[in-house]
């Protein structure tokens, strides 16, 4: 019978016979997975809210056909929810079986959980509106109906969840509601709307009320995703209602200001744009653009006007600034470009047609709601698309949903497809 120490040292000759045996370590993975895997657009336009990817070594002009494409996902339901990227994962949302689903994806398209957030808005223009929010562990998400919901962002395991005009007495727009939950630190910011508040912070842990604002004289909620900025030492959350342009304390839930802005069908989409004291917004239906002057005492703020535009009146494709400019799609579906400080109109370009955009390694990549894809150089100069090329056929409805520029690979959702196309530069 063996000792002790007789069964060790054959266990140490046989280990290091095996190491003698094995294969090298494989190579850093340098797939477009491992690229992405470290690449993260967690929340509606990035990061920083600006729509702005960090993505470098980006091809500066497509083939005719389009660049690579490396997956299409279908399945993910009927819907203009752009897609989030954390850890790995991919999420967006859509209406399947007259239901608002959240779907999880991996890297590859294949989808990894769905989860159910209520009923489905299945009136005019069907389909989920607001995108998924990422914040480490957890996704948050408010459907066209209000329910605001948090889920483990690798299981999809409920969390907590409301109804936000059951709990704040609001109720719903005419298209339904389409915000992206805002994560401020331990809250989640929603915009309820109706005679009793107009925007509402949530523990993000739990889901009860930290505080809500007066309401902004009755205003309905807008479809507008609210911005976070501190300036002067207030920290303030900006978005739009109904009729109007609001601030409110972040941390306390005072409103700071009402500016009246009205446009047709009570449609303000925007996501308010801040910079060094100036707050602007633009809306369809010729409303066009605003430029506001923020000025802060103490806790207290107010906002003067300092100038408008007709050029740019954007629907729902969103404004990107970049460098003191402005670009943005008009409702009549020209691509415009204005000046931050002036609000002079640089140029009105076709590009396109009337859509949305991204902006990612010096470049704008647009889509048109008619599912054309277009590459730019941003620059104020003058409009040329480099590149064109068109979705494959077969989403439903118009192409609403903005791209996304991560980890090398450029995201489009139309309907119920989601395709991931490969962007990197050889």
Not at 241 to 256: H, K, Q
Not at 266 to 277: A, E, K, Q
Not at 347 to 366: C, H, I, N
């Amino acid at each position: 019978m063996s000792t002790p120490q007789m069964s060790l040292g054959w266990l140490v000759l046989t280990l290091l016979l095996a190491g003698c045996q094995a294969k090298p370590p494989a190579a850093a993975d340098p797939s477009a997975n491992a690229a992405d895997k470290a690449s993260s657009w967690p929340r509606f336009h990035g990061p920083n809210g600006d729509n702005i990817s960090a993505e470098t070594g980006l091809l500066k002009e497509w083939p005719e056909q389009g660049p690579k494409l490396g997956f299409v996902a279908k399945g993910i339901g009927q819907g203009f929810a752009g897609v989030t990227i954390a850890d790995g994962l991919i999420y967006t949302c859509g209406n399947i079986d007259e239901k608002t689903v959240i779907t999880a994806l991996d890297l590859d398209g294949n989808v990894k959980w769905q989860v159910e957030n209520g009923g489905a808005w299945t009136g005019e223009h069907p389909g989920v509106r607001g995108t998924p929010t990422i914040d480490g562990p957890r996704l948050y998400h408010e459907s066209p109906l209000g329910e605001v919901v948090c889920l483990n962002a690798k299981t999809g395991e409920r969390i907590w969840g409301l109804n936000i005009f059951d709990e704040f007495g609001g109720k719903n727009i005419s298209w339904a509601l389409a915000e992206s939950l805002l994560v401020d630190a331990a809250r989640v910011i929603c915009s309820p709307g109706g005679p009793e508040t107009a925007v509402v912070a949530l523990s993000k842990m739990t889901g009860k009320t930290v505080w809500k604002s007066p309401s902004a004289e009755g205003d309905l909620a807008g479809y507008a995703t609210p911005t976070l900025v501190e300036y002067q030492g207030l920290r303030m959350i900006f978005t739009l209602t109904s009729r109007a342009i609001i601030g409110v304390n972040a941390d306390t839930g005072d409103l700071l200001f009402r500016f009246p802005h009205k446009t047709d069908y009570d449609v303000n989409v925007l996501t308010p744009i801040f910079r060094d004291g100036r707050l602007f917004v633009s809306t369809g239906y010729g409303s066009g653009s605003v430029m506001l002057k923020l000025t802060v005492d103490g806790k207290k703020a107010a906002v003067e006007e300092l100038w408008r535009s007709k050029a740019l009146d954007n629907h729902h494709g969103g404004v990107l600034l970049l460098d003191g400019y402005l670009y943005g799609s008009s409702f009549a579906g020209r691509w415009v470009c204005l000046e931050w400080e002036t609000g002079k109109t640089m140029y009105q370009a076709r590009g396109v047609g009337k859509g949305s955009a991204t902006f990612a390694d010096g470049m704008l990549y647009m889509l048109s709601e008619k599912s054309d894809l277009g590459l730019a150089k941003a620059t104020p100069e003058g409009l040329e698309v480099i590149s064109q090329f068109k979705l494959p056929e077969g989403g439903e409805g118009p192409s609403w949903a903005h791209p996304v520029v991560c980890g090398g690979r450029l995201y489009v959702r139309h309907g119920d497809f989601l395709y991931a196309y490969d962007v990197r530069a050889e």
